[in-house]
T-cell receptor
Framework: LAKTTQPISMDSYEGQEVNITCSHN???????ITWYQQFPSQGPRFIIQ???TKVTNEVASLFIPADRKSSTLSLPRVSLSDTAVYYC???????????FGKGTKLSVIP | GAVVSQHPSWVICKSGTSVKIECRSL??????MFWYRQFPKQSLMLMAT?????????EQGVEKDKFLINHASLTLSTLTVTSAHPEDSSFYIC?????????????FGPGTRLTVT
């Protein structure tokens, strides 16, 4: 399983765009990248998933460079309700178990 | 997205008793479900992989006789904490995977807060 490294914490003001980068140097060819959001005392919530280049949905964008050794979750115009822990995970069809790292605690400041 | 539920959302039990936690996939079938444990201010730790119709696979260090897992149907997995002790107090979260195209997406339940007194 590819190990991931993220910043432990980040602060942002409301209305700003937040980019959280995750490194996964040992990602395998058939692995894909998934980001989850977790609020206190709740289960993780799926945000976005991708394999390469750029993926966008209604809540976030995921940027993956050509070498796939890192990925960046982009949250546009964050609000106070985006304060949470964000986890980057790498898994593949053959290794579907998700191993959680420490995650990034995002604090949105008014 | 797919919905996973857990019951109960919280439970308090006395030391030495057993507690059962249910995990259900509400709108999809899941041949594989996962059980995690999360202590305060820590990340999720995978405890075991639950496979429908077969024995669960436990992670190293997790006692299979203490944490009994049963995956009797494609929508239900249960975790029973036997002879619970205060150190078993934790937040237990299940997840189930759903095939979307060629890849699997994993969806998590809301979690169950277990407090052993």
């Amino acid at each position: 399983l590819a190990k991931t490294t993220q910043p432990i914490s980040m602060d942002s003001y409301e209305g700003q765009e937040v980019n959280i980068t995750c490194s996964h140097n040992n990602i395998a060819t058939n692995d894909y990248i998934t980001w989850y959001q977790q609020f206190p005392s709740q289960g993780p919530r799926f945000i976005i998933q991708g394999y390469k280049t750029k993926v966008t949905n209604e809540v976030a964008s995921l940027f993956i460079p050509a070498d796939r050794k890192s990925s960046t979750l982009s949250l546009p115009r964050v609000s106070l309700s985006d304060t949470a822990v964000y986890y980057c995970l790498v898994s593949g069809a053959g290794s579907y178990q998700l191993t959680f790292g420490k995650g990034t605690k995002l604090s949105v400041i008014p | 997205g797919a919905v996973v539920s857990q019951h109960p959302s919280w439970v308090i039990c006395k030391s030495g008793t057993s507690v059962k936690i249910e995990c259900r996939s509400l709108d999809f079938q899941a041949t594989t479900m996962f059980w995690y444990r999360q202590f305060p201010k820590q990340s999720l730790m995978l405890m075991a992989t639950s496979n429908e119709g077969s024995k669960a696979t436990y992670e190293q260090g997790v006692e299979k006789d203490k944490f009994l897992i049963n995956h009797a149907s494609l929508t239900l997995s249960t975790l029973t904490v036997t002879s619970a002790h205060p150190e078993d107090s934790s937040f237990y979260i299940c997840s189930a995977r759903s095939l979307k195209g060629l890849i699997y997406e994993q969806y998590f339940g809301p979690g169950t807060r277990l407090t052993v007194t």
